[in-house]
């Protein structure tokens, strides 16, 4: 295991809450929506390509109301992907967007330099086709080491 990299995917989108300003709706909405790191390998080397997959309705159910929520066409549907170091024999990760390159396949995952920690985090962007949300993004990594990858529990949107 000397060439592999460890790939801990703690992905899972939990919550998405919406607000965002006019002429948008305003809400606090609840919904849960799943993702995860293929292929499902504990590690995996320099180079082999791993993929961040999710894919989930335009029309999303309230979990707090129970109401039908049409998202269809809206605009910027995303969230983050946090990409951390976790070196041996420490608990904190570092921030490690750089020790990986990206290949967005459906929706598109970019890095925002104009954030606050844009070593720590990638801006991911969901696709919509055919009634649904997707996203594919590829992760390729650059050098070896033990990595943490999580994808944070509320996603961005703007309904039209």
Known sequence: MKNAIKGIGLLAIAIINSGCPKPCVDANLSFSVNSQITPDYDSVHVGDTMYVVSSFSTKLVDQSSGQMIDYSNSTGIGSTLAVS????????????????????????????????RPDGVQQIVYGEANGMYVLKVGLIPKMKGNYILGVSNGLRSCLS
Not at 85 to 113: E, H
């Open 85 to 116: 170091n976790l070196p041996l024999g420490d608990t904190i990760g570092k921030d490690a967007v750089f020790d990986f390159d990206y290949v967005s396949v459906n929706g598109r995952i970019y890095n925002d330099r104009s954030i606050t």
